[in-house]
């Protein structure tokens, strides 16, 4: 008895180019932040080419929800195919789209202090930037507007501790995070303050941003300042505000372990000063 081969249904090919598109654009991806991160090429071309991978995402997904049009009016194979495609993209678009909105939502600045009025200035990190970077001069009152009308919680740290105290704890934080400090000079009493200037890497992108504290003696203990800015761009996306805002909070609790540690430390007992020979009594006669 001879078997009957029912005809497969053909696969769409729409769907088959819409995975293979989908694939390229997170392998397109995958290599434009390797690059970035790297420093292989200059940021404007490495840049060029993650929004190139981005795109061939947005294409992907346009053909993969065609693909899965066509499908199901005429019942082709191929269901798949258009899923991962779907998928892919939305993975790949999702956090730009979302990066979207905060940058319509926030103000386009990209130089974030916590002393507007006299922030903490760039040495060091000023002959580190390239000659296509941000000035490392503060915008001025415009841009202080800006940033209290958006992140009104951005201030001074002040806090009852010793200007070096507040700096060794500075320094820590800043160590933990493993970010590259390019100087680390401690505050003398009286003579001048304490600074650190360290370059920050984003999470995922791997932008370089500058980072600069200050540390500054006052009547009843120290004052920590903060200026965190992007070397490119004027839109930051919120991200140096953020950065400010935890340094400031983990500085603070780094003096608050540290002075806790001194507190439970037994109070060291005064030496005790020998007793000096007393001369012997002479004999009555």
């Not at 130089?111 to 915008?139: E, F, V």
């Not at 400090?181 to 992108?205: F, N, Q, S, W």
């Not at 920590?224 to 992007?230: A, H, K």
Request: proline share 7%.
């Amino acid at each position: 008895m001879t078997r009957r081969h029912l005809p497969e249904e053909p696969t769409s090919q729409l769907a088959v180019w819409a995975r293979r598109m989908a694939f390229f654009s997170l392998v397109a991806t995958i290599l434009a932040i390797i690059i970035v991160r790297s420093g292989l090429l200059e940021l404007k071309p490495a840049l060029a080419t993650f929004g190139g991978a981005l795109a061939c995402a947005g294409v992907a997904f346009v053909l993969a929800f065609a693909a899965f049009v066509v499908i199901w009016n005429q019942g082709l194979r191929g269901m798949g195919h258009s899923f991962a495609a779907i998928a892919i993209s939305l993975a790949l678009l999702g956090y730009p789209v979302y990066l979207g909105v905060k940058a319509y939502q926030l103000p386009g600045i990209s130089d974030i202090t916590t002393d507007p009025s006299d922030p903490p200035r760039y040495d060091a990190l000023a002959k580190a930037r390239g000659p296509d970077a941000n000035p490392i001069i503060y915008a001025g009152a415009s841009i202080a507007e800006q940033q209290q009308a958006a992140y009104p919680d951005i201030e001074p740290l002040e806090v009852e501790a010793s200007p070096r105290m507040a700096y060794d704890a500075a320094l820590a934080v800043i160590n933990k995070r493993k970010w590259r400090v390019l100087e680390a000079r401690a505050p003398e009493a009286g003579r001048r303050d304490g600074r650190i200037e360290a370059v920050a890497v984003t999470l995922i992108m791997g932008f370089r941003d500058d980072v600069v504290v200050r540390v500054r003696a006052i009547p009843d203990g120290a004052r920590v300042d903060v200026r965190s800015s992007s070397r490119y761009g004027s839109h930051d996306l919120g991200t140096n505000a953020a950065r400010v805002r935890s340094l400031i909070e983990d500085i603070d609790n780094a003096i608050d372990t540290e002075a806790e540690r001194l507190a439970k430390q037994p109070a060291k007992k005064a030496p005790v000063q020998p007793k000096r020979n007393q001369p012997a009594p002479t004999a009555r006669r």
